[in-house]
């Protein structure tokens, strides 16, 4: 029995994992090499990690860019070298005597489009060579910052024990938006210092954490671990327009179709639902970015 190879899976990625230790189990449940994943989460980091297997590898990088939501939790006092629990503690200032108020004030600053820098022990790569590895040999790194929006910044509770303050919150934003470097600066704004404790990604687009499942999950199932085939894929990131089937033909050797006036990038698909192509509009034209049918 063939089961189905190209499309989508939304994993709640376990903490302890990187994404590539994530990408390289689910290479052995499928039973594929062609696998990818649509946004890095840090090994401390739990939740929505949305993997591409065969030809939905190709989908990844519409994935990569959407909008993405977190449940965080922010610990004021201290400052660490990673901006993350998993750092050694670089400074300590009691934070005890801050108000409610005063956090909650800091952190609507961060509301909007913001200028962001990136954690120095990050995936960017500096001169061909990964921030992280720099800062593990000794080196200063000092990243160019970034303009990010975040659109929803909530706090949920705080909590005091002795000098340090843990503020729990809810976060959407931008692609590349580091949730750790806004505990950093939140820190810095309140001259406490501060970091991540914990992360969950909860929503990537339109791939909430309801529908994700677990490695363990994903294992039972083996080799059909894609819940999202083609179609359906499409469908949950794109616009969807159905071709003729001349308009098929057309797209399968890379050619353009008429406009249909649609807000690209969107999915063509046939009239029996196989995906043909992601196409955006342009110079009058439905110009295919990616062909998936091709002839």
């Not at 089937?245 to 890379?254: F, I, M, Q, V």
């Not at 639902?273 to 342009?282: C, D, F, H, K, Q």
Request: proline letters at 5%; glycine letters at 10%.
């Amino acid at each position: 029995m063939r089961w189905r190879v190209d499309g989508l899976v939304v994993v709640d990625k376990p903490g302890g994992m990187t994404s590539h230790d994530v990408v390289a189990r689910m290479r052995r449940l499928a039973r594929t090499r062609r696998v990818g994943h649509g946004g890095t989460l840090d090994p401390m980091a739990t939740g929505v990690l949305v993997i591409g297997v065969g030809r939905g590898t190709k989908l990844l990088t519409y994935v990569t860019g959407a909008t993405k939501s977190y449940d965080g939790t922010i610990r004021l006092g201290q400052a660490t070298v990673t901006d993350d629990a998993e750092g050694d503690v670089t400074a300590s200032v009691p934070a005890g005597h801050l108000g409610d108020d005063e956090i909650r004030a800091a952190l609507a600053t961060f509301v909007g489009r913001i200028d962001q820098v990136p954690s120095s022990v990050s995936a960017i790569k500096v001169n061909g060579e990964r921030a992280y590895k720099k800062v593990r040999d000794g080196e200063a790194v000092t990243l160019a910052a970034r303009r990010i929006t975040i659109s929803r910044l909530d706090v949920h509770e705080i909590r005091r024990d002795g000098d340090l303050v843990d503020v729990d919150v809810s976060v959407s934003c931008s692609s590349g938006t580091y949730i750790r470097a806004i505990a950093r600066d939140l820190g810095a704004r309140l001259s406490v210092g501060g970091h991540l404790t914990a992360l969950r990604r909860t929503e990537v687009g339109g791939f909430p954490l309801a529908e994700a499942l677990t490695l363990e999950q994903l294992e039972e199932r083996s080799p059909d671990v894609v819940t999202l085939p083609m179609p359906d894929a499409a469908r949950r990131c794109f616009p969807v327009r159905e071709a003729t089937p001349d308009e098929a033909r057309t797209l399968s050797h890379g050619g353009p179709l008429d406009r249909a006036g649609i807000d690209g990038p969107y999915a063509v698909l046939s009239a029996e639902g196989t995906l043909l192509a992601i196409v955006s509009e342009r110079d009058g034209k439905a110009r295919p970015e990616i062909v998936l049918a091709p002839a």
